[in-house]
């Protein structure tokens, strides 16, 4: 069964400095016309981490597109199209915490709303991560809390809807599911 859509002609609708929207005309796979809107997104990176005695460093932000706070993972774009995402995770943690990790694993890679976007978001673990004496500075237009909750207790939440942002409830659901975890409930004191 073919599945394929196939471009025939692409309109921009709006050229930003890390997202760019179009309105595709486009063939579907019974060759009948339609329309798909995209979002071209540079890509990001986020990543969990985590202190030696099992906490999670996290970020509250207000994001202004759903007009409220939200307790999240640091994250952020990439600076360019292709930069590695382990250099923005690395670079995110510091700036949005002050911490930096010991050891940084790669966990998975997501999609952030395969519908209409291609924003790939690369999702990594940070462990043994400490404060550093002089972090990398904010960005001008960033305004964060550090907050610092056992990983069960940003687990909890997540399970009752108080963390829902979904990079953050990949990582931590991600996490706990893995067997081996150091940070699954079974090893958590």
Do not use: W
Request: one cysteine or more.
């Amino acid at each position: 069964m073919k599945l394929t859509e196939t471009k025939v002609k692409r309109h921009t609708v709006y050229n930003g400095s890390f997202i760019q929207v179009y309105e595709d005309d486009i063939l579907l796979p019974n060759d009948r016309p339609a329309k798909r809107v995209v979002v071209d997104h540079v890509g990001a990176a986020a990543i969990l981490p985590l202190t030696h005695d099992h906490r999670v460093v996290l970020v509250r932000q207000y994001r202004y597109a759903i007009g409220k706070e939200s307790l999240e993972i640091p994250a952020g774009k990439k600076d360019f199209r292709g930069e590695p995402g382990l250099a923005c995770a690395v670079r995110e943690l510091e700036e949005e915490t002050g911490y930096r990790a010991k050891t940084i694993k790669k966990l998975t890679a997501f999609y952030t709303a395969i519908g209409f976007s291609n924003e790939l978001i690369e999702l990594y673990v940070g462990t043994d991560c400490e404060p550093v004496e002089k972090p990398l500075e904010k960005d001008s237009d960033e305004f964060v809390e550090t907050v610092i909750l056992p990983f069960n207790e940003a687990l909890e939440m997540v399970k009752k809807g108080l963390i829902q942002d979904a990079k953050t409830v990949i990582a931590l659901s991600g996490l706990s599911v893995l067997q081996a975890s150091p940070y699954s409930d079974k090893n958590e004191r």
